[in-house]
């Protein structure tokens, strides 16, 4: 078996089968194949796709190409997962709510991908903080925190690292069957007993319509499921940022607004319906809605902001930085507002145009070696339905150089269309799979 032979099996638009993908991945951990080879693996995948059965031994694979963590804790070990979106920072306020509420939580969490934000880089826009912990530490955190948000380890799904970057430059992050085997082994290797899945549909998610958000929501959890991980998705709606600001340290202080009761948004109705679903399938609650109602008290009465001020002191952070965070997040040397050029309502928003212009100002990464600017992005962008006069503010940018926001000016104009006509906004959650 070598890669050569796999890779002209996709090219003649036939399936991998399961020995043929474990040898794969174990040749992506190993080095065996080349990022070349890798990058044809990964367009072949997205040409041909795999069948149920093919997805599953795929991700099974890239689970077992490293080490699986085991767990004895006196409470549940869950955790979720976005499919990725424009201003989701849920994981930030979700994380420390669950283990508020008695749950445990080891997230292994990735960077930013195509236009949405990475939960790493938008923590480690905290001074200090690494999410680059050994086994030893990741452990210890979780066990006095309740929760840590931490990068996979090289020991850790190391089949999906490799991929994972491959996939980023070469334009083929929006494979289901790529998305699945991504999420899902890093996932179940972390040894989770119950998992919940955001996926997001609409312009400023990777599906852009019910259909497609459906069909991989059907994939993630038949797929977890059959690997023996209770999981259901949640399908939620990304038609506009959800929350306000896009780009690191600006999406950290719209969680500390939220943590410190300052504001409350869609962010929380998001984190109440994946929260509710965790804590009722591990039995910490008597139905979902018992759950729900449980993480906004936990966030309302400062619980979670506890566990957060906890898990950044222990992962290296500011010890006070729940209590004066302003004093600790970066900020750009450039700030100014996007003024409209028409009054009315607005009626759309691309998201992912938006999330590109937060890639252009230096917030996020073109190809996988370019460094990121935590204290860029677009903050106060207006929300769907909203209605604004001619010259008032569709967002506020933070850049570092004037030709930089100048551009950005012109895609959030482009990408915020106003029209003489209030549009209904959408449902932010919309339903259940699994």
Not at 207 to 217: F, I, N, T
Not at 366 to 392: P, T
Not at 404 to 418: L, S, W
Request: glycine share 10%; hydrophobic share 45%; net charge neutral.
């Amino acid at each position: 078996m070598n890669a050569r032979t796999i890779l002209a099996k996709l090219r003649h638009k036939q399936s991998p089968n399961r020995d043929e993908l474990v040898w794969f991945a174990q040749a992506l951990a190993d080095g065996t194949v080349s990022d070349a080879q890798a990058g044809a693996f990964a367009m072949g995948v997205c040409h041909v796709g795999l069948s149920d059965v093919a997805r599953v031994a795929l991700t099974m694979a890239m689970r077992d190409s490293g080490r699986v963590l085991k767990w004895d804790m006196n409470g549940p070990v869950l955790d979720k997962h976005s499919t990725g979106g424009v201003g989701d920072c849920v994981s930030l306020v979700l994380a420390p709510a669950l283990a508020a509420c008695g749950a445990y939580v080891p997230m292994i969490s990735g960077r930013g991908l195509g236009h949405t934000g990475g939960t790493l880089d938008k923590i480690e826009a905290i001074p200090g903080v690494s999410t680059q912990l050994d086994e030893a530490q990741f452990r210890r955190v979780v066990g006095k925190v309740g929760c840590a948000i931490v990068g996979a380890t090289a020991d850790v799904a190391p089949a999906d690292k490799r991929l994972y970057a491959v996939r980023d430059v070469s334009s083929t992050v929006d494979s289901m069957d790529l998305i699945t085997a991504s999420i899902l082994s890093k996932k179940l290797a972390a040894g989770l007993q119950g998992l919940v899945l955001d996926v997001k549909v609409g312009s400023g998610a990777f599906m852009k319509d019910l259909p497609q958000a459906q069909a991989l929501a059907n994939a993630l959890t038949k797929t977890a499921n059959a690997s023996g991980c209770r999981t259901t998705a949640v399908i939620s709606d990304m038609s506009q940022p959800l929350v306000s600001s896009l780009g690191n340290a600006l999406e950290v202080a719209e969680v500390m607004r939220v943590l410190t009761g300052q504001t409350k948004g869609p962010i929380v109705s998001v984190c109440a319906a994946l929260g509710g679903v965790l804590l009722a399938n591990a039995g910490l609650t008597h139905g979902v809605q018992a759950g729900a109602d449980l993480i906004v008290r936990a966030i309302r009465e400062g619980h979670a902001a506890e566990r957060f001020g906890m898990m950044i002191a222990a992962m290296g952070g500011p010890v006070r930085f729940v209590e004066d965070y302003n004093r600790f997040l970066p900020e750009a040397t450039i700030i100014g507002e996007v003024s409209s050029e028409a009054s009315g309502y607005v009626t759309a928003i691309d998201g992912e145009a938006l999330g590109m212009a937060v890639v252009d100002l230096g917030g996020g990464r073109v190809v996988e070696s370019d460094q990121i600017n935590s204290a860029v992005g677009l903050s106060d962008v207006v929300r769907l339905g909203a209605k604004v006069a001619k010259g008032a503010p569709l967002a506020v940018i933070h850049a570092v150089r004037a030709n930089d926001a100048e551009r950005a000016a012109q895609t959030v104009r482009q990408a915020i269309k106003i029209s003489d006509k209030p549009v209904k906004t959408p449902e932010l959650i919309i339903e259940r799979v699994g």
